[in-house]
């Protein structure tokens, strides 16, 4: 095996050390198990699977087929593939047409996927192969799958962020739940099933709906000891605007004394109208503040980022968060904000309203402190936010929300499954509740 792990570096070209997780789950594969893989962002899940066509190798590099439900996701891991030489390609919804990237064509655009012959894929010349889960059930791609050399090359199926399952599945994208039929399919494959967060229960329940046999589980603990937890309450919903006052007001004053020393934050709203009034509040507040240089929209400090904004502006907001010390301090955002977020100087991220889940909540907080550096995660809320009848809520936020005898780390990570997190740093440095024990 350490062979075939060594060729499929060289692949794809990897210079640097494997982890210990990953190499657990290649070796759980190679020895047959079906296996579950709950690895923090960016602990590297996809190089996972990515090396399986060469690591399951028989005679010849097998297939691996790669279920995502993201389209950037996979035109990004097929564009950065292609680079390395990996003949790799992804599907369309529809299950109709396969895109890929031009590596060697120096005239044309390449950040323009281009179509590629089904022919290719139909003949099983292709390593690893992107789909949407509704694709693997139109009928060209289930005739492809039943060709003999597919059913002889695959040599793995992958599904990529299979927490989405539970997420979606119910109404949204039904044919989430019928990943299952695929293992069937392919019985002689490796199963591999990976993402980043997932509940004991929620282990359970993917394993069943996957076919699973008797997974082996492999999971990272996903504390981040340089994030501080906070909770606090704010007002009542009666007060219409004047609600968000506790927390707009002294976040314009803080961001006109610092400045560019304001620690880069991200304030998640609940809708667009709180946005727009957080937005009014401190572009009054700062008023010719607001600019770092001349007054065009490029040099001002604060921003928003919501669905409906042009997208030439949320492509200049991720831009600015791309950078180690932008000029943009503070983000009014939309859960909009999140997928392809690349921004490792955010320090601070403020919820003016709990998400409705500790999986979501654990996302959106996990965006602050990507370089290691100390962070903070906020989270307000008032009772109106917990209400029974909101829409998703679930009960384990409401007892999180209102955790008055424990250690907010240790109740967040006991959710995760795990129980023996330890906080190795001051108290002081763990979070609210910790903090006011000293
Ligand atoms: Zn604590």
Known sequence: MESKINLAREKLKI??????????????????????????????????????????????????IVICPLTSIMQDQVMTLKEKGIRTSFVNLQGTVAYSYNSDNEDSDESKPQTVNMEMIKSGDIEILYSHPEAMFTPVLSRILRRKVFQQKVCCIAVDEVHMIEEWGEDFRPKFKQIGELTALFPNAAHLAVTATATPSCIQSLSKILQYINPTIIKVNPDRPNLFLEIKTRLSNL?????????????????????????????????????????????????????????????????????DYTSQMKQHILFELRKEEPKLRLVLATVALGMGLDAPAITRIIHCRPPTT?????????????????????????????????????????????????CLRLQLLQYFGFNETKFNGPMYECCSYCRQLQ
């Not at 401190?282 to 604060?302: D, H, S, T, V």
């Open 239 to 307: 007060q219409k605007f004047s609600k968000y006052d506790d927390i707009v007001v002294p976040l314009a004053q803080e961001l006109k004394t610092k400045r560019e020393k304001f620690p880069l934050t991200i304030v998640y709203v609940e809708s667009l109208e709180a946005l727009g009034y957080f937005y009014q509040f401190i572009n009054y507040e700062l008023k010719e503040e607001q600019y770092i240089g001349e007054a065009i929209p490029e040099n001002r400090i604060f921003g928003q980022f919501h669905k």
């Open 358 to 406: 500790l999986e979501k909540y654990f996302q959106e907080v996990g965006r602050a402190g990507r370089k290691g550096q100390k962070a903070e995660a906020l989270m307000y809320y008032n009772n109106n936010d917990l209400a029974k009848n909101r829409k998703g809520l679930s009960d384990a936020m409401v007892q999180y929300c209102k955790t008055k005898d424990k």
């Open 15 to 64: 210079t640097y050390p494997l982890k210990d997780k990953q190499i657990e789950t290649l070796k759980a594969l190679d020895l047959g198990n079906d296996c579950i893989s709950i690895l923090p962002t960016g602990y590297g899940k996809s190089l996972i699977f990515q090396m399986l066509p060469w690591v399951l190798m028989k005679d010849e590099p097998g297939i691996v």
